[in-house]
């Protein structure tokens, strides 16, 4: 895929949205950001425009499908958007206890209807202009459910599934799309974790080597390989086999 010049990153204000929109950053490209926290994004936006990009960047709630779905049509009428990544998501800490239904729902809603609302408005743009991109950002989490994390596991395997289904038919286009699935990244939601994280990655490494993954037109970017052939076997093996396993696994702190 030819260099993007107009991106648009849902989730800009931490972690891995945050290490993208730095590592696109230079002069000639325009960036259009959103995250939650007013003070992290500005601080990553005047990062970027230090390095000559142009920046957008708002608090947009990516489960406000209307005003979000404004915010996207805004930008790409003044900048034509030749990539977008659907990066924002979160996850939550139950405990033993378990996740709540106020909790699952939560998580729902931003990692998968949130995708959603992030990806339609401008799907239209994209295949008229038989251009651009699509980046959605799953989880090696996606490949196998584990206890910890029922909901969050759940919306990643939904998003992931997702965007392999539609990769063809916006390929029929000219519109590429790639899902990228991480191991443990160091973010806001892994910096809550309590426990042993195998093979955590930086944020800015994981940058690179999905704006790598991205400009070779990958259909799947996983990482980091060790953690990838991990998941992959454990999801491959009997439920029989894995869960006595599984159940043993850490659980991320109960949060209030």
């Known amino acids: 895929m030819s260099k993007p010049g107009r991106i648009v990153i849902t989730g800009a204000s931490s972690g891995i949205g945050a290490a993208l929109a730095l590592h696109y950053a230079a002069p000639g490209v325009m960036l259009g950001l ?16 230090a390095k000559g990009a142009g920046v957008v960047a708002d608090t947009v709630d990516v489960v406000d499908r209307a005003a979000l779905a404004a ?24 405990g033993a206890a378990g996740e ?6 939560r998580i729902f809603a931003v990692n998968l209807d949130g995708v959603l609302n992030t990806v339609y408005p401008l799907l239209p743009r994209l295949r008229a202009r038989r251009r651009g991109q699509v980046a959605l950002v799953s989880s090696l989490a996606g490949f196998r459910g584990f206890p910890g994390a029922p909901a969050y596991c759940a919306s990643k395997a939904a998003v992931r599934v997702w965007g392999e289904s539609l990769r063809p038919l916006l390929a029929a286009d000219g519109v ?64 029989a086999w894995t869960d006595p396993l599984l159940s043993r696994t850490p659980r991320k702190a109960a949060q209030t």
């Open 34 to 49: 959103t995250g939650r926290d007013a003070g992290r994004l500005a601080a990553v936006a005047d990062a970027c425009r």
């Open 71 to 94: 915010w996207l049509s805004a930008f790409d009428d003044a900048h034509p958007v030749d990539l977008l990544v659907a990066n924002a998501g979160i996850s939550a800490g139950s």
């Open 100 to 105: 709540t239904e106020e909790q699952s729902r």
């Open 176 to 239: 590429g799309l790639s899902v990228v699935c991480p191991g443990f990244v160091v973010s806001r939601i892994t910096d809550r974790n309590d426990f042993p994280m195998p093979f955590l990655m930086g944020a800015e490494r994981a940058a690179r080597i999905i704006a790598d993954g991205l400009a070779a037109n990958r259909a799947r970017i996983a990482f980091p390989w060790p953690m990838r052939v991990m998941t992959w076997l454990v999801a491959a093996l009997p439920p």
